[in-house]
């Protein structure tokens, strides 16, 4: 059994910074991440792909965060981190963080965890 835990959200004010991170933990056999992500979804939106991270430590962002956000991870601790500055109220939405197994290719979500911007 996969687990994905995220941390880190919270209410902010706009220009302010958030450090999210997911953990994963799992019981059984060896798991091995080949891409992590971050997804977010905002109320009435679909849910869109923000970054990803890749086994080879490539990443790719969505162009609304690009300059803004930085993910990285720590294998060591099976932990995926976004790094969050520059906070606009449109980047409000809950966050949920997605790891893709390999060599399977199957996918696991976190529960989400909520990021309001605000004044």
């Known amino acids: 059994q996969v687990q994905l835990v995220e941390s880190g959200g919270g209410l902010v004010q706009p220009g302010e910074s958030l450090r999210l991170s997911c953990e994963a933990s799992?019981?059984?056999?060896?798991?091995?991440?080949?891409?992590w992500s971050w997804y977010r979804q905002a109320p009435g939106k679909e849910r869109e792909l923000v970054a990803t991270i890749t086994r080879a430590s490539s990443t790719t962002y969505a162009g609304s965060v690009k300059g803004r956000f930085t993910i990285s991870r720590d294998s060591a601790k099976n932990t995926v981190y976004l790094q969050m500055n520059s906070l606009k109220s449109e980047d409000t939405a809950v966050y949920y963080c997605?790891?893709?197994?390999?060599?399977?290719?199957?996918?696991?979500w976190g529960q989400g965890t909520q990021v309001t911007v605000s004044s």
């Open positions: 799992w019981s059984g056999s060896i798991f091995s991440i080949n891409a």
């Open positions: 997605n790891a893709v197994r390999f060599p399977s290719g199957r996918e696991y």
